[in-house]
Every structure is written in C-alpha cells, then in structure tokens.
C-alpha cells in the first residue's frame, strides 16, 4: 500500500497494540473469508480506530489496496486472539510496550510493514501466530522478523509441503526412500527457509531452523 504512512507513529502503534491486546473487533467474523466489496460497505469495521487511520476517510473514489491491507490486518488482530494465550506472558508483554514506546513502535511497523507486501492473506494468519509465539516466549524477537521477512519471498503453494517434511523430520537424505517434490524444494529454497543438506549428502534438503519455527507456530496452528 503504497501511502501507508508506517514511520513509528505513536497513536498508530498504540491504536494497533490496543485493538491486539483488546480488541474491539468482532472475533466470530472470518475476515480472511470477507469479499473487500463487503468489507469497503461495513461501516462498523471503518469505525474501528486502527482500521480508520490505516484506510482513512475516503471521500473520492476507493483504495483497493486500502482494504485489502485492512483485510490482512483485522485477519490478523482476530488470528492472535483466537484460542488460548498464556495470560501471565501476555501481561508481560503488554507491560513492556507500555513501558518501552520504541519497541512498541518497532515491532508495530515491524507488522504493518509485513501485512502490506503480503499478496495472500492466509499469510497474514502465519504472522499473527507467530508474533504470539513472541509474546508467549516460544520464538525470540529476532526470530520472528528473520521468518516475517522470508515469508514475503514463501509462495503459498508450499504451505503444504511442510506437512509432508514433518513426516521425514524436516529433512531429505540418502536414506529417503521416496519421490521428491523438486518444486517444493525450490520454492522454500527461493524463500531462505532451507538449505542444501544433511552434511552426509550433498543433494539433499532440509529446512533451517527458521523453517521449522515457521510451521511449527506459524502454520501448524492453522484452521483448516
């Protein structure tokens, strides 16, 4: 979205931080699954402080990109809220953006950033439980923008093929007896994700770290 202004704004970071933590959003709407013509009609959804200073009052014509970066983050506000969070870590990182405006405003433009250069949606599902991997401590901070900026480069046709590398323990050795998904391998090799291996096989494949991390808190938690 070409005039989002993310430039550490603070009511932006504080609107976005509050509406995460408390959100004021309707949390038994799939907005991932809202049409943008839907969602440029909800008046309601306009009205929510956040989503009003990221679309902004549209007086001539609509901003598609507008919206569909809306749609990307009311997916995400209502992805983090869905389930369970560890309530005494959530405290803990509620209290430590109250009390450090310049990490807030980090790792807000941090997010905002992501959302608007993700083309898929479901992308912004990943991100969401990621980023409460975070705040649940399971993933660090630095983690958690090394796999944010990767996922720009993950074509979603390979969320899959994560599911079958659990199977074989994120790695492809000599000892694989069956048929490679060569065009799998490539598009997670093109996102940094994985890498040439085991060490006893040099045509081989695994996934990094940053890979597993991404699967296992990212899309694991996933809804199907």
């Known amino acids: 979205m070409d005039d989002l202004q993310v430039n550490s704004d603070n009511s932006m970071s ?41 679309v902004g009052v549209i007086k001539t014509g609509i901003s598609i990109n507008k919206f569909f970066f809306a749609k990307k983050l009311l997916s995400f506000i209502r992805e983090f809220n869905s389930g369970q969070i560890d309530a005494e870590k959530k405290e803990k990182f509620q209290k430590k953006i109250n ?8 790792s807000t433009e941090q997010i905002m950033i992501c959302l608007d250069r993700f083309n898929d949606v479901k992308k912004a599902l990943i991100l969401a439980n990621l980023f409460k991997a975070y705040v649940e401590e399971k993933i660090s901070y630095e983690k958690f923008v090394f796999i944010s900026i990767s996922m720009e480069r993950l074509h ?9 590398l659990e199977k074989v323990n994120y790695k492809i050795g000599h000892e694989f007896k069956g048929e490679r998904d060569y065009d799998s391998e490539s598009l997670l090799f093109s996102s940094g994700l994985a890498k040439e291996g085991p060490a006893d096989w040099w045509s081989g494949f695994m996934l990094k770290e940053e890979g597993v991390l991404l699967y296992e808190f990212g899309i694991k938690p996933l809804k199907d």
């Open 156 to 164: 979603p046709h390979s969320y899959s093929f994560f599911a079958d």
């Open 14 to 54: 504080q609107q976005f931080t509050q509406e995460l933590l408390n959100p004021n959003v309707d949390l038994a709407i799939d907005y991932s699954e809202i049409y943008i013509d839907d969602l440029i009609q909800n008046e309601a959804v306009k009205e929510i402080p956040i989503i009003k200073t990221v």
């Open 99 to 106: 009390d450090d405006p310049q990490f807030r405003k980090k």
